[in-house]
């Protein structure tokens, strides 16, 4: 039986990114997770309900070009739980974990011509750095939390888990290159080419149970 979410509220701010100057952005959630006491429920550590709150402030500094981007970004995730009487977690587990990020990029274009018409034809390296120590948050549940589908957008990702009851352990680079063909006289985006991978600099060790 899915969870109830009774009540659950969520505050964002998210300031209007200026360059060269340092952004601030805050996300918050406050959810009270109900799935009841039915008897099918025999595995205490699938069945346990409480509250949870999780706060994300974060800071960034992008510095930016018409060709070029550098975004560093440090973020703080503060994570509480009010949990009911369960015999597999404590009452009151918690979780405090710093997230580092460091983007970039470059935006190369040329001119071409194919089949008589002018494109521009882009190439976009990029490379994504992220750290985020590890701490193995066995005595938190799990209420709404799984693994992102790979993506190519997943790879530039903060965390690899969907929701707050894990953050994912992390010292790792992604690099990839984008290729886009736009005509020049519409604007016109005819297709575009993407190629990514991640570089795991240790081994991942925050799993879901």
Known sequence: RPYKRLPQIIFNYNQPQK??????????????????????????????????????PYISLPLSTQATFLKPKLTFRYTQYGLNENPSFKSNPNRVLPIFSLDSGVFLERETNLFGNDFIQTLEPRLYYLFVPHDGQTDLPIFDTGLYTLSFSSLFYEDRFSSADRVGDANQMTWAVTSQLIEQDTGQNFGAISLGQIVYFRDREVTLP
Not at 30 to 54: E, H, Q, S
């Open 19 to 56: 360059n060269r100057t340092l952004n601030f952005g805050f996300r918050s959630e406050f959810v009270y997770f109900d799935r009841g006491n039915d008897a099918v429920f025999v595995n205490a550590k699938t069945n346990v309900n409480g509250l949870r709150l999780d706060l994300k």
